[in-house]
Nanobody, 119 residues
Framework: QVQLVESGGGLVQAGGSLRLSCAASGPIFVNMAWYRQAPGEQRELVASINSAGVTNYSDFVKGRFTISRDNAKITVYLQMNSLKPEDTAVYYC???????????????WGQGTQVTVSS
């Protein structure tokens, strides 16, 4: 059973910091990522990290957010600094994985954690 559990969301003032965590379990991970979705908006990619540790960031978080992974614990983190009110959203952990080598990768999602940044 694939399971992703996010934590670390909360309410902070503009300029503050939060660290999100996603504990994952499952077969072969191809990629892990953080997405976010504000009310009335589409879900958008925030940052990702693949099995080789290569990271990717959306333009609106570059220089402020850092994604990292703890392979021993199969956990991905998102360190968010210099938070802005426009960062307010539900943040979702995503894992793209295969059941076995040669399998077609599939995406799995956590339940989401709320991040609210006050002005």
């Amino acid at each position: 059973q694939v399971q992703l559990v996010e934590s670390g969301g909360g309410l902070v003032q503009a300029g503050g910091s939060l660290r999100l965590s996603c504990a994952a379990s499952g077969p072969i991970f191809v990629n892990m990522a953080w997405y976010r979705q504000a009310p009335g908006e589409q879900r958008e990619l925030v940052a990702s990290i693949n099995s080789a540790g290569v990271t990717n960031y959306s333009d609106f978080v570059k220089g402020r957010f850092t994604i990292s992974r703890d392979n021993a614990k199969i956990t991905v983190y998102l360190q968010m600094n210099s938070l802005k009110p426009e960062d307010t959203a539900v943040y979702y952990c995503n894992a793209r994985m295969m059941r076995y080598f040669g399998d077609n990768p599939k995406d799995y999602w956590g339940q989401g954690t709320q991040v609210t940044v006050s002005s």
